[in-house]
């Protein structure tokens, strides 16, 4: 058992390196003067703001930020309303066509984007949703619904369903049962669900570079690609604006935390 619990935590210790290293290289890159030609794995014995100064007014970060907190916010708030929403009835009802329906939601996890990238694009052209707000929030909840489906519905199932029939001898309504009794409860996998996609709508390069290309709406991902050109590549831009970008990932995962571990290790039943 011994020999077993080292070989773990060399693992985990040998995990945790591997996804330390690049945040180390981004932190030496984002600090160094643009005339420092040491390497990347030295840190500096200095502290230089250039990077940032210049990837917030040069890339236009500001404008920048406002757009993906909208796109952000947004898409996760549709996302929670209908993926919550969506699973309850597929959690408590099962019938033949709510596992189908289920089955199709889950199904949907396995489409990769990309492959119709081309006749999305077409459509956006053709409704004139290109470089707006609404059109990239519905793409976004379109492809992140199925994994909040797939989540809210696992956990619901563990909820006991004497609380449903507790509410409903009160008098409260289906709708009513819902807000008042089980949306409450969701806390923890609301948590998993807001870090999972939120995370992934936040740095969305793929979509975002297709069809937010105006700089009114570009967000931070499309903003710090600028910097990358055919003869030159501003490195140092880039890494300052990432670790910019990053910041508000890194205070929800540590605001949402608790939550979001109990949220993926959820299997209790719920009182």
Not at 85 to 109: D, E, I, Q
Not at 215 to 242: D, K, Q
Request: overall charge positive; aromatic content about 14%; charged content about 10%.
């Amino acid at each position: 058992m011994k020999k077993s619990a080292t070989l773990y935590t060399l693992a985990g210790v040998g995990i945790a390196i591997l996804h330390i290293i690049p945040f180390y290289v981004l932190l030496t890159t984002s600090f160094k003067d643009a005339m420092d030609t040491s390497s990347k794995w030295v840190m500096p014995g200095y502290v230089s703001w250039d990077n940032f100064t210049h990837a917030w007014q040069l890339a236009g970060l500001d404008k920048a930020f406002v757009s993906t907190t909208v796109v952000t916010v947004c898409s996760l708030a549709l996302i929670l309303m209908l993926g919550s929403m969506a699973a309850f009835p597929l959690a408590r009802h099962r019938s033949r066509l709510n596992r189908w329906m289920y089955g199709f939601f889950v199904s949907a996890l396995i489409v990769p984007p990309l492959t119709i990238l081309v006749p999305l694009y077409r459509m956006f052209v053709d409704i004139g949703a290109m470089n707006t707000y609404a059109g990239i929030i519905v793409l976004h909840v379109t492809f992140h619904l199925s994994m909040a489906i797939f989540l809210f519905t696992g956990f619901i199932s563990t909820i006991p369903k004497e609380l449903d029939e507790a509410a409903m001898i009160d008098g409260a309504s289906r709708i009513g049962l819902f807000f008042r009794i089980i949306l409450p409860v969701l806390m923890p996998i609301t948590a998993t669900v807001i870090i999972m996609n939120g995370v992934s709508i936040w740095n969305d390069y793929q979509f975002s570079v297709f069809f937010l290309q105006k700089i009114e709406t570009r967000t931070i991902t499309v903003a710090l690609s600028t910097f990358f050109g055919e003869n030159n590549a501003n490195i140092g831009w880039v890494a300052a604006g990432s670790l910019l970008a990053a910041v508000p990932s890194i205070a929800l995962y540590l605001f949402l935390q608790r939550y979001f571990i109990a949220g993926m290790t959820s299997g209790a039943v719920k009182g």
